[in-house]
């Protein structure tokens, strides 16, 4: 099985900067895409950025040009800056991995709460 855990989420006012991780852990072979997704009450889950295993990136047009994901090895990162009040959402990691003696699928973290006031 894998275990995805993400912490660094938080209270933080409209302008300031978050940083969220999250680790992927278990009888991993190989991790191909990882991404963090976030949903606010009363809406759909929403990608808000990837990165493959060959290290390409893709953002939402609302945090383009404010968030960067990084990755390293089973560690996946997200940088939020200039936080705006809309940023609001349970932030969660999504790994794409393969697993000794299991399909290849994804997995998610427990999420995360970010919060920004403003």
């Known amino acids: 099985q894998v275990r995805v855990v993400e912490s660094g989420g938080g209270l933080v006012q409209a302008g300031g900067s978050l940083r969220l991780s999250c680790a992927a852990a278990g009888s991993i072979w190989s991790i191909k895409t990882m991404g963090w997704y976030r949903q606010a009450p009363g809406k759909q889950r929403e990608s808000v950025a990837t990165v493959t295993s060959d290290g390409n990136t893709d953002y939402t047009d609302a945090v383009k040009g404010r968030f960067t994901i990084s990755r390293d090895n089973a560690e996946l990162h997200l940088d939020m800056k200039a936080l705006k009040p809309e940023d609001t959402a349970v932030y969660y990691c999504?790994?794409?991995?393969?697993?000794?003696?299991?399909?290849?699928?994804?997995?998610w973290g427990q999420g995360t709460q970010v919060t920004v006031s403003s």
């Open positions: 999504n790994v794409w991995a393969v697993v000794v003696g299991r399909p290849f699928r994804d997995y």
